[in-house]
């Protein structure tokens, strides 16, 4: 077996696992934040009990995203050598800066807020819970600054057929962390929002008198936290996709299935695509609504897949540039379908439980239980597209995926570490979700405990 395959579905698999559970760490730090300064302001006993049972789901998320994410780390080293030299001068840098400040921050504190309760002022641990917030979204920012440069590679020069660093203001400031790192966090905070109200339906259809105010105040909270979330991870997506249409217009063409150059260019809302023709079997398509999409007008034209093809043919020599268009496609209308479809969630959810219809609406309590996964799915769509949209490259017009791996690494040791990890995280997974739904279907009354 290719050594190169292997690799690759080594980090998709423990990468994905390990981003299942980053937007809810970026999401719930955030939310905790806000509940505590709520209690801190108006001095509510409710809002303190809040923040320390949805702590407990933030801190089990949190220890499982530290295990899975340290993996990651070995890979560059391990299966990707070749990359870790091309890159390493590059890609280290911002790594670096995220372990010794943004994780170091978050992580002591965490320990703080753990303990700190009835050791700091309400003021002082409230500062500790945004610290942690703080913390956490900028150990993302350090990350998705390291994926812009493999994006839209920027402030470096070739030297001894190494990618050196000779700009750490042009790498921190690549527009295309302009938008990933905004659409990430607003991505983590749509999954806080629909992560608690999935739990606080779930109580609320159990309709105990001593919990109902409890989770309609946390389901409220939960439900604003949540359409802000879905609004502005779709509005910052759409930005994004304006600018991948000027940055990586081979990503766009892939995402919509659009083979040929069209002026104006028309958007397809469903099709059977034929990679291997190059063409689509069946499609429905929205005239000159992909030029509107794009570039805010109806006449502006876009290149089709073919014809980037032929571009990239002759800046980077032969070879297919095209990528994977079913994984893009679909996992582009799944993204935008999945959005579309929160956004209309947690519009209900925000007015029936301002106008305390929830009691009375059943359905959609025992509907809001399920859709706690649909953040997660939209999200993972989303790295779908980012990572295989920019095939054949690992770092885009630098270095192709198959020059990246390490050439002494065998298919049996990558099956073996393969089939170790898949172990491994599935016992993890297995812990995690075990504990978040114990701790989240349990009694508020659990969670008020001395040092908790």
């Known amino acids: 077996m290719d050594p190169v395959i292997l690799s690759r579905w080594q980090f998709a698999i423990t990468t994905i696992f390990h981003f299942f559970f980053v937007p809810?760490?970026?999401?719930?730090?955030l939310f905790l934040a806000v509940l505590e300064t709520k209690y801190v302001t108006s001095g509510e006993e409710i809002y303190k009990k809040m923040v320390k049972f949805w702590g407990k789901i933030f801190l089990i998320n949190f220890a499982i995203g530290v295990v899975t994410g340290i993996?990651?780390?070995?890979?560059?080293?391990?299966n990707w050598s070749e990359y870790a030299r091309f890159m390493g001068d590059v890609f280290g840098a911002p790594l670096a800066i995220e372990g010794l400040m943004a994780f170091f921050l978050e992580s002591t504190f965490i320990g703080v807020w753990i303990f700190g309760w009835d050791k700091l002022s309400p003021k002082a641990h409230a500062g500790v819970a945004w610290l942690i917030a703080i913390g956490s979204n900028l150990s993302a920012l350090w990350i998705l600054v390291a994926n812009s440069f493999m994006q839209n590679p920027v402030g470096y020069a070739i030297r001894n057929g190494r990618a050196e660093m000779t700009d750490f203001w042009a790498l921190v400031s690549n527009p295309n962390v302009r938008y990933q790192f905004p659409h990430v966090v607003t991505a983590g905070v749509a999954v806080g929002g629909f992560l608690i109200m999935s739990f606080s339906a779930w109580h609320l259809?159990?309709?105990k008198a001593e919990t109902r105010e409890f989770f309609t105040r946390s389901f409220r909270w939960a439900a604003i936290f949540a359409l802000i979330g879905a609004l502005l991870v779709g509005l910052i997506g759409h930005a994004q996709g304006q600018f991948l249409a000027q940055s990586q217009p081979l990503k766009i063409a892939a995402m919509e299935g659009h083979w040929e150059t069209e002026a104006p260019a028309s958007f397809s809302v469903i099709a059977i695509v034929n990679q291997e023709k190059q063409a689509n079997t069946f499609e429905i398509k929205v005239p000159k609504f992909l030029s509107l999409m794009l570039f805010n007008d109806l006449s502006?034209?876009?290149k089709g897949l073919k014809e980037l093809q032929e571009e990239e043919i002759a800046k980077y020599g032969p070879g297919n540039y095209i990528p994977p268009v079913l994984i893009s496609y679909w996992s582009s209308r799944t993204m935008i379908g999945i959005g579309l479809v929160m956004v209309l969630i947690a519009i209900l959810a925000v007015w029936w439980s301002w106008k305390e219809k929830l009691q009375e609406r059943r359905w959609f309590l025992r509907m809001l239980i399920l859709t706690g996964l649909l953040p997660t799915i939209a999200i993972t769509a989303g790295w779908l597209i980012a990572e295989t949209g920019r095939w054949p490259w690992i770092v885009h017009g630098l270095q192709k995926i198959e020059?990246?791996?390490s050439p002494a690494i065998t298919p049996g040791i990558i099956i073996f570490s393969m089939s170790s990890f898949l172990v491994l995280y599935s016992v993890l997974g297995v812990i995690g979700v075990s504990l978040m739904l114990k701790y989240g279907k349990s009694d508020p009354a659990a969670a008020e405990g001395k040092g908790e």
């Open 403 to 405: 020059d990246a791996v």
């Open 24 to 29: 809810v760490t970026l999401g719930l730090s």
């Open 300 to 302: 502006t034209g876009f």
């Open 71 to 78: 993996v990651q780390e070995f890979h560059f080293g391990l």
């Open 205 to 207: 259809l159990k309709d």
